[in-house]
């Protein structure tokens, strides 16, 4: 007898699981970290903390300096997940011989790793969660699985690393997430592309809902006359879009002063959802 009631199992509820992930990549000195950094106004807007889970050692001293420019409080920021002990012993092993031993090491990175992102996936306090970088983190999901031996191959971007990356998102997928990549020139076949892509898991796309380019025209000729700083140099592009799939592709869409996270979450996501 047909019933009101949902499977079991099921829901009609589709809200909490479609938050933004936005994956800003681009060379060094771009505004990446920058950018991240000013998502700490719309925490502030919203009455939330942000929370960085930190890889890169030049990431700090640029958070500090952009919350003291813009007068907002610090947010939450991972203490190191590699002892110094533990760098100086990969440092003096033999990436070949010693590889079981370096990927123990990393294994235990990863789960400091998992315990950070499960002890602020139920804060509601604390979003939006910042990984700087992206393609450091995958790096050490692959060490842990495959040591830092070279020429590993599908194994390392089909197999157990694309799932531990999947599960961690997973995990924080209720909570806008921004991860930042490094720049890598893209390929077609053995052939260089006229083009850059995010450096990180090839599967990138299936996890974040939008990438986006950061550049610096280093070349660029300022109207000082106009007002014109040093600012007016960086530009943001739209490199693919499941927010807002009509600015895919598009150059330009924040230049300057107007690079922030605010903006970008504006464009992306009009609606405001």
């Not at 533990?86 to 090491?105: T, V």
């Not at 014109?228 to 598009?250: I, M, P």
Request: with cysteine.
């Amino acid at each position: 007898m047909p019933t009101n009631r949902d499977p079991e199992g099921f829901t009609r509820d589709f809200s909490g699981r479609e938050a933004p992930c936005i994956a800003p990549f681009g060379g060094e000195g771009t505004g990446k970290t920058r950018l991240c950094a000013t998502a700490s106004q719309w925490a502030q807007e919203h009455g939330k903390t942000p929370a960085w889970l930190v890889f890169d050692r030049k990431t700090r001293r640029t958070v500090r300096e952009v919350h003291a420019e813009l007068g907002l409080p610090l947010p939450y920021i991972s203490t190191d997940f590699i002892t110094v002990k533990e760098a100086l012993d990969i440092s003096e092993m033999d990436r070949e011989k010693d590889d079981e031993k370096i990927a123990r090491i990393y294994t235990d990175v990863v789960s400091r790793i998992k315990q950070r992102i499960r002890s602020i996936a139920d804060e509601p306090k604390i979003e939006p969660v910042i990984v700087e970088t992206g393609t450091q983190l995958w790096d050490y999901i692959s060490y842990s699985h495959f040591g830092r031996k070279q020429g590993v191959g599908k194994s390392r971007v089909w197999g157990p690393p694309k799932q531990d990356w999947t599960d961690m998102f997973d995990a924080i997928s209720h909570k806008a997430t921004v991860i930042s990549f490094w720049e890598r020139d893209a390929y077609v076949g053995d052939e260089r592309a006229n083009y850059t892509k995010p450096d990180g898991p090839p599967h990138l796309g299936y996890i974040v809902t939008s990438q986006i380019r950061l550049r610096q025209d280093r070349k660029k000729k300022l109207d000082e006359d106009a007002g014109e700083t040093y600012v007016d140099r960086f530009a943001l592009d739209v490199y693919v879009s499941q927010d807002n799939v009509g600015l895919e592709g598009v150059s330009g869409v924040l230049t300057g002063a107007d690079i922030n996270y605010t903006n970008l979450l504006r464009l992306l996501r009009p609606e405001g959802d």
